[in-house]
């Protein structure tokens, strides 16, 4: 259970960043239903655009209200003694982001700066050190701003149609969230760093360990990404093909593989 949990706030957020948590009040019309489903989009766009780090998980959490719940899936995994360093890391790394972003009901700059400083002390060679010493340097600077103004506050300045009005690129469909992020932001090397920890996470799955590289060959070989390469999306389908083949994305890897290989024909 552990494992599915801490794999989901990068792998299993299917469902976007703006799912949102079905309202049971008595009496609410179809139109206030509707302009809360849009709040909770524009407070996730406003926490991405501010923080483009955060994974989809944290971003739903800060949109719907489920910090909380986050910082406390992202421990189970950071205290599982079978997952990597890089796992925990990037555990208390998404804390630190959700107690700090701006658009978060529940922000708060000292949890962030103690989870800061904890990932400081517990993975001092960590490839997240230049982010983290960048997010404490924020911090510090926040702290002496005279005015703090709390998330609403800073909602109701923010450019509800460009955030809301983005125009939406029809990506392949099995893109996660966060894999259309990395194409649509340039933002190619982040997610595969992401990835990449989850495949080398051996307490993980084979099926979530598959799941990470096929999803990198997606993002190679997109016709939308910037960053694309072929080549490198061939050879994380084959290692699909190679390491995992009884998992649910080794078929799918081949026929991807086909059709790269038909590409240079």
């Known amino acids: 259970m552990i494992k599915l949990l801490f794999t989901a706030f990068a792998l299993a957020g299917l469902a976007g960043c703006a799912a949102t948590t079905p309202i049971l009040v008595a009496g609410t019309g179809a139109q206030q239903l509707a302009l809360h489903d849009e709040n909770i989009k524009l407070r996730a766009a406003a926490a991405l655009r501010e923080e483009p780090d955060l994974l989809t998980y944290s971003v739903q959490a800060i949109s719907e209200d489920r910090t909380e719940e986050a910082v406390n899936t992202y421990l189970l995994g950071y205290n599982n003694r079978e997952y990597s360093t890089n796992m925990k890391s990037l555990a208390l790394y998404q804390i630190a982001l959700l107690y700090m972003n701006r658009y978060n009901d529940q922000r708060d700059d000292q949890l962030a700066r103690t989870y800061l400083l ?19 340097q924020l911090l510090e600077q926040r702290a002496q701003e005279p005015v703090q103004l709390n998330a609403s506050q800073l909602l109701k300045d923010v450019n509800r149609n460009e955030l809301l009005g983005s125009e939406r690129i029809t990506y392949d469909a099995e893109l996660t969230p966060m894999s ?73 890897a081949n026929r991807r593989i086909n059709e790269l290989l038909n590409r240079q024909n």
């Open 118 to 136: 904890r990932h400081q002390q517990e993975f001092p060679s960590s490839r997240l050190g230049p982010k983290i010493a960048h997010r404490l």
């Open 180 to 252: 259309e992020r990395a194409i649509t932001h340039s933002r190619t090397d982040d997610a595969e760093a992401v990835y990449l920890i989850l495949y080398e996470n051996k307490a993980s799955s084979d099926e979530m360990r598959a799941k990470a590289l096929y999803q990198l060959g997606l993002i190679f070989m997109s016709p939308y990404n910037q960053q694309g390469n072929n080549q490198k999306a061939l050879g994380y389908l084959r290692k699909v093909t190679t390491e995992f083949p009884r998992t649910s994305v080794a078929e799918p």
